[in-house]
């Protein structure tokens, strides 16, 4: 039993490293990519990218926003296609514990996509400032479900060695 669940399901591999992949480069360019694009007052426009209002944040001193924004939106989705890839790799009886805590830290996958949803949509009334979303969101969205379409594959196959360990 303590087979890998990449030895387990090899023609599954090469599916996965794609998902992977993609989800490693949307989550590049929906980083550093535009988000949003705010015009003042009709007038001035200003895009501004995940990672450039993590610095905007910063330097306007609101760190505990900037420390939560880059927690949620850089650091973790890192974090789990790091785990991912350990939890596919790795003998099968080690990774229990933190393939629950993977599952249960898939649910927040979409919380800063959300974040940003309800901001451009709660402030596009205002005469003075006008916010849309930019190609940038979209990758970052993109690269959120594709991660969650990873954990969720993974999760399955877990399961179903769950189901042949118990027999």
């Known amino acids: 039993m303590s087979a890998s669940l990449a030895a387990r399901h090899p023609r599954d591999t090469p599916f996965l490293i794609v998902l992977w992949a993609l989800t490693a480069i949307c989550l590049a360019l929906g980083l550093v990519v535009p988000a949003v694009k705010v015009t003042k007052v009709r007038l001035f426009d200003s895009a501004h990218s995940v990672l450039s209002g993590i610095q905007d944040l910063w ?6 926003l900037a420390i939560v924004i880059a927690a949620f939106s850089v ?3 890192i974090v789990k296609l790091l785990v991912s890839a350990f939890l596919w790799l790795t003998p099968y009886h080690r990774t229990g514990p933190l393939h629950a805590i993977a599952v249960s830290i898939g649910k927040w996958s979409m919380l800063d996509v959300l974040v940003v949803a ?4 709660s402030l596009q009334g205002d005469f003075l400032v006008r916010f849309r979303a930019q190609n940038g969101i979209y990758l970052f969205g993109a ?3 594709f991660a ?3 954990m969720a594959w993974i999760d399955r196959r877990r399961r ?3 189901a042949q360990a118990a027999r």
């Open 59 to 64: 330097f306007s001193e609101s760190w505990p």
């Open 75 to 77: 650091a973790l989705p």
């Open 118 to 121: 309800i901001i451009v949509v």
């Open 143 to 145: 690269s959120a479900l």
């Open 148 to 150: 969650m379409a990873l």
């Open 160 to 162: 179903q060695a769950d």
